[in-house]
């Protein structure tokens, strides 16, 4: 490239030969089709090698897209350890070698006799062209990473080993339909109250998601954290010591069992997770239902889950106050402000405040609002807003929230998923 003017041109116009608009357009061409631009130098069959392979992949992305969906095709990816490390491996060899094509066209189309303008312009141009395929490859390696340690840290490697609390029945993976054999899985969801200003674990909200394996009809039963008398199931060893239920008073209070299982570890010997398994149990006792998972989730844990996707939109349907607490005597403190009834998008400080206030209302209130939150989250997670959020959401998962699935069960969950989604907007927009 010279900047000095040629016969006929304006004193001081760029000029550019031929030859180096030849190699800026070959070079722009292998940034868009990889090695498309060798086509058309010595090296062709080595960018009919890089296009046949760009067929070929786009080919296989479309078919599997068309296949099982934008989100089916992510979460059978995104539960794989194996398929995400493959995808890491793959994704930086991939963009190596479309940058060792872009440097070859531009390269091998430069001008025979470069000026040192030329010289600049072919290699800041290839350079750039390189950086826009790093970029976004170095990202999406950093997103594959961040998901693979999380199904690491998160999900059980086996969840059937002892101690564990997964309880029911397998889906078979690989079958046409995991869940054909298993009508119904429903899964305990815990909102625990530890914290460092607390003494042991509480669990403030319970509640199970009974999921219809077909239809992905999902049911929502909410257990009060005040229930009384709450009954141990015989193959518990909690049932030797309250044969007729926890009945000791005021303070033998469902979501008390926790800790007394944990004060009690010598009756489960070998299992990590007394607490846990006691309160999965009577729960499961007190609704007659088998709980086959179950997933824990502290408090700070959920207001910063809330804020990861965003917040959360709630229909909100009475007055609820914030910081506030109710004495004995009825009277309540504490208020430094209200969550007022409309539609509301909530942050999760106020979230949490929705799910958990009970100054002004009752145990029942509360688990209603629970439920509306949970049911809120789900029907508002998209693809394209959790993978522009995903780290914060990843690093809040792996902080704060405990899960009793296997990763070998993993890609068994991806269909119902699709299918409580689907049931979900169903639901919306009748």
């Not at 190699?23 to 868009?32: K, R, Y």
């Not at 800041?124 to 690491?152: D, E, F, M, N």
Request: aromatic share 6%.
């Amino acid at each position: 490239m010279s900047t000095r003017a040629r016969d006929g041109q304006a004193p001081g116009r760029v000029y550019q030969s031929p030859a180096l608009r030849r190699s800026l357009a070959l070079t722009l061409l292998s940034t868009v089709i990889p090695g498309a631009g060798l086509l058309w130098t010595k090296r062709r069959p080595i960018g009919l090698m890089f296009v046949f392979a760009t067929v070929a992949l786009t080919g296989l992305v479309v078919y599997r897209l068309m296949r099982h969906g934008v989100v089916g095709t992510a979460l059978s990816v995104g539960v794989s350890t194996s398929a995400l490390r493959l995808l890491i491996v793959a994704l930086v060899a991939g963009a190596l070698l479309w940058c060792g094509a872009i440097l070859s066209t531009a390269h091998l189309t430069r001008p025979v006799h470069p000026s040192r303008d030329d010289r600049l312009a072919t290699t800041l141009t290839a350079a750039l062209c390189c950086l826009a395929i790093l970029a976004p490859s170095a990202w999406g390696v950093r997103t594959l990473a961040l998901q693979r340690s999380l199904v690491s840290t998160v999900f059980q490697e086996d969840p059937l080993t002892p101690g564990s609390t997964s309880t029911g029945a397998v889906p078979q993976v690989g079958e046409d339909d995991p869940w054909k054999a298993i009508p119904r899985v429903n899964v305990l969801l815990i909102g625990s109250d530890a914290g460092p200003d607390r003494v042991g674990v509480r669990p403030d909200s319970m509640m199970v998601a009974s999921i219809d394996t077909r239809t992905g009809n999902t049911v929502l039963i909410g257990i009060p954290r005040n229930l009384e008398n709450a009954p141990f199931p015989v193959t518990d060893p909690l049932h030797t010591l309250y044969p007729d239920g926890y009945n000791c008073g005021d303070q033998c209070l469902i979501n008390a069992v926790w800790t007394l299982a944990t004060e009690r570890a010598d009756l489960f010997p070998g299992d990590p997770h007394p607490g846990l398994t006691a309160t999965r149990d009577v729960i499961g006792e007190t609704l007659g239902l088998r709980i086959d998972h179950t997933v824990v989730i502290d408090l700070s844990g959920f207001a910063a889950l809330v804020n990861a996707m965003g917040g959360v939109t709630i229909n909100v349907k009475e007055r609820v106050c914030i910081g506030c607490k109710a004495l004995p005597d009825g009277t309540i403190v504490g208020t430094t402000g209200y969550i007022d009834p409309g539609v509301q998008h909530l942050d999760g400080y106020h979230a949490l405040w929705y799910a958990r206030s009970r100054a002004m209302s009752d145990d029942f209130s509360r688990m209603r609002r629970q439920r509306c939150v949970v049911g809120a989250l789900v029907d508002q997670v998209s693809p394209g807003n959790m993978l522009l959020r995903y780290p914060a959401l990843a690093k809040v998962l792996q902080e704060h929230v405990s899960v009793d699935i296997g990763q070998a069960q993993l890609p068994a969950w991806v269909p119902l998923i699709e299918r409580i989604q689907k049931d979900g907007h169903r639901a919306a927009s009748r």
